[in-house]
């Protein structure tokens, strides 16, 4: 007699998704048991466009990771990071930091999420009270805005307004010198592009009273055509152009843009451009774009950063990016600080991050801080400076000045309410 | 849906049909069983993660079993389901955030929204067939989407909803206690699932499925297509509408994402897992389809390909979802022991 097969679910593999189910749900017991290592749970974007961010993020994250192990770990306990793909859905990075403090046994958070993810995973640590360090997010109503505030979220990622303080300032003297005042932007349409370019254009209207601004693009993020944008920028026939467009949109515009020869009719200010994952990527990087630096190896000049940075090349095969030097430092401030409350425990190491200066290679004076009063970080590097179109891309970068950026940040938030 | 697979729904349900009537003493002493397992479940394990997990499964398993009512029952397959869901959070989360009400006022008023808008999308939307209702219904989504990232002063536009979702306690219910929040879902899902069963098992139930199968002919016979259509619409879109407030709950806040086409787009492919042909078939698909993210996303980051291959597998290699293979095989074995015993 054959046995024909049935159509349906057999015993076996009944038992088998039984199984599978059983082993989900008892992941947390097994989780338990070490204690002896610290568990550093970090959500970020691993898949998708901005999967760069998450990859470049981790490297910045484990070169320094294994740095303090070697040096005996976070007051004698070793880091172990646990890194989770939260594919960009804010619902899936509130999921995957909440897993990895409940069921992975995560004492710390390091929140390598860009934007909407990073406020769901602010409202996780709210909610768990575990430590938690922003990385990515620059959106500065994070960490400004008085309703955000939690005594265990930290961020040492650059902040949005105080680019907009330097950059302003920047252009607003090259404006002045070069009589520039018709000027155009091209910001991506979302908020980080439309906040960034408003508080750029206060700031330079500020120091640079009669510019004035004649065109406005807000191309889509991640649009792949910017030929009907470049043509309106070219007939408004602006003297200077402001763009905050990064990475992939960056310099597709910038190989769309030299086909038009945009820019030898302007000056170009574009915020985002002095960070390698851009510079090395553009076929002909135009020489003389204005750019902020995000990160490149030449600014701070100094031997540390460029030890930083050629160690980081060595490892990983490409340069730093600005999410890499924002992640290192997260590790550097919980190195620091667990050396300062000799623990590794949560709370403490908040209390010791508090205030706390470290110095780095990232600093604007070979130190950074993390500011106790909204425990966001200051003092990194933060400058404008002009490209060309080789290594080392942007040779002189001239540096923000922090006591401004302090004074102008200070009447910023109250402006907005914050204080 | 197609042909063949609507003729396999309707073989399943004929047998259903012959052999239960409409008995809703019985589905309310087991959803009240569900809901009291559920309920002891956080005595039995500390397991944390089993809590966030069954909430989630709460919020996913009423939006996909709604988008079920659509296109199981009525043969209307919405691609643009997803938009109650994050109207559902996004009227939630403000209601809470710039009001300040009671959290069932602000329950009732998000319902009461929803069922406006979605009379409305709903009267343009179901005039129209298959492929081109399934189109307009994503164009709905989209406008919902893009009104969301564009009104910033309202939404907090592409951030989202920010500073948490405030939850003053009710009636001795605290929702930020994770406890309470687990045990409001659970709730919510046991009564969401029991109204659902009960709509589908009730006359206008069967009508939907023959507007499904011959919607000329239930016409003919003097029932009011257009009507019955538009009322499932509403109806279905008020449950998405409570698993986007529950999801809201989890992660105290309301993102763009929810109301993103992909939230349609797993609706979609839950059902798919689950099966369309069966009342239950979504649930089941849900807990499948959060089993095999959390775990697939744990162990690579390219979960894209895994999830991606068990979709092939289940829209080519089985052509069905989890509960028709469990139903054929379980009427299989009934038929089986009838022989035997005869």
């Excluded at chain 1, 960490?143 to 680019?163: L, M, S, Y």
């Excluded at chain 1, 007939?235 to 597709?252: E, F, I, M, N, R």
């Excluded at chain 2, 407030?245 to 763009?256: D, E, R, W």
């Excluded at chain 2, 698909?285 to 289940?314: C, K, M, P």
Aim: proline share 4%; glycine share 10%.
């Amino acid at each position: 007699m054959t046995r024909t097969r049935k159509p349906g679910i057999s015993r076996r593999s009944t038992l088998a998704l039984m199984g599978a189910g059983a082993v989900t749900f008892a992941t947390p017991w097994v989780a338990r048991a070490q204690a002896k290592t610290i568990k550093v749970g970090m959500p970020t974007i691993l898949s998708g466009r901005v999967a760069q961010l998450g990859t470049s993020s981790r490297n910045g994250v484990m070169l320094e990771v294994e740095k303090v192990n070697a040096a005996g770990g976070l007051a004698g306990r070793q880091i172990e990071m646990v890194i989770r793909d939260s594919k960009g859905q804010p619902q899936e990075a509130a999921r995957v930091a909440r897993e990895l403090v409940n069921t992975d046994g995560c004492e710390l958070l390091i929140d390598a999420e860009a934007s909407s993810g990073a406020f769901a995973v602010h409202e996780v640590a709210r909610d768990l009270g575990v430590l938690c360090i922003h990385t990515n997010s620059e959106t500065s109503s994070l960490t400004a805005d008085p309703k955000q505030h939690i005594p265990n979220a930290f961020r040492t990622a650059r902040q949005g307004v105080h680019d907009s303080i330097v950059g302003g300032s920047y252009a607003a003297a090259i404006a002045k010198a070069k009589g520039l005042k018709k000027w155009a932007t091209c910001s991506p349409d979302y908020a980080y592009g439309r906040d960034t370019t408003g508080e750029y254009v206060t700031y330079l209207k500020r120091f640079a009273p009669d510019v004035e601004i004649i065109s406005e693009s807000w191309p889509k993020l991640f649009q792949p055509d910017y030929t009907e944008v470049v043509t309106k920028i070219l007939q408004a026939k602006p003297q200077a152009l402001y763009s905050c467009l990064w990475g992939g949109d960056l310099t597709s515009y910038i190989d769309q843009a030299n086909i038009y020869a945009l820019f030898t009719q302007m000056e170009v200010f574009a915020v985002n451009m002095a960070d390698y994952t851009a510079l090395t990527v553009v076929k002909n990087l135009p020489k003389g774009i204005h750019s902020g630096n995000r990160y490149i190896k030449t600014y701070p000049a100094t031997a540390e950063n460029a030890a930083w940075g050629d160690a980081y090349k060595a490892k990983y095969g490409e340069y730093p990016t600005n999410w890499s030097w924002e992640n290192a430092t997260a590790i550097m401030l919980l190195a620091e600080a667990s050396k300062k409350a000799n623990s590794a425990d949560g709370k403490k190491l908040a209390e010791a991050l508090r205030g706390l200066k470290i110095k780095s290679p990232f600093g604007a004076d070979g130190t950074v801080t993390m500011r106790a009063e909204d425990q966001t970080l200051i003092g990194y590097a933060i400058g404008w400076g002009t490209t060309i179109p080789q290594e080392p891309y942007v040779p002189e970068v001239k540096p923000g000045d922090w006591k401004t950026i302090l004074e102008l940040e200070a009447e910023w938030k109250k402006s907005k309410g914050y204080t | 849906m197609t042909e063949l697979q609507a003729e396999q729904a309707s073989k399943v349900l004929d047998n259903s049909v012959t052999k239960s009537k409409p008995r809703p003493n019985r589905d309310a002493l087991i959803a009240l069983a569900v809901f009291v397992v559920l309920a002891l479940l956080p005595m039995l394990t500390s397991s944390k993660f089993l809590l966030d997990f069954v909430i989630r499964c709460a919020a996913y398993g009423l939006f996909a079993t709604s988008l079920n009512l659509l296109v199981g029952y009525t043969g209307l397959t919405s691609f643009g389901h997803g938009m109650f869901f994050g109207l559902g959070a996004y009227g939630f989360g403000l209601m809470m955030q710039k009001t300040g009400v009671a959290v069932p006022v602000a329950f009732v008023a998000t319902l009461a929204i929803t069922f406006v808008v979605a009379l409305v999308i709903g009267a343009i939307c179901v005039r129209l067939k298959e492929i081109y209702f399934a189109f307009v219904t994503l164009a709905f989504q989209m406008l919902i989407h893009s009104t969301i990232l564009s009104w910033v002063s309202l939404t907090g536009g592409d951030q989202g909803l920010r500073g948490g979702i405030p939850r003053p306690p009710f009636l001795g219910i605290d929702l930020s206690n994770h406890l309470h929040l687990y045990i409001v879902s659970c709730a919510l899902l046991v009564i969401g699932l029991f109204l659902m069963h009960q709509i589908a098992q009730s006359p206008f139930g069967y009508t939907l499925r023959m507007i499904r199968d011959n919607a000329t002919r239930a016409s003919f016979i003097g029932i009011d297509v257009w009507r019955a259509k538009l009322t499932i619409f509403v109806l279905a879109a008020l449950f998405a509408s409570t698993g986007g407030m529950i999801m809201a709950l989890f992660v105290s806040g309301a993102y763009p994402e929810f109301a993103y086409w992909t939230i349609s787009g797993e609706g979609i492919f839950i059902n798919m897992l689950g099966g369309v042909t069966t009342f239950l078939g979504p649930m089941v698909g849900t807990a499948l389809f959060l089993i095999l993210n959390d775990t697939v996303t744990r162990v690579t980051e390219y979960h894209g390909i895994v999830l991606g291959i068990v979709i092939l597998f289940f829209a080519i290699g089985l052509r069905k979802g989890l509960m028709d293979f469990v139903i054929e095989w379980y009427v299989q074995r009934r038929e089986r022991s009838g022989e035997r015993t005869s």
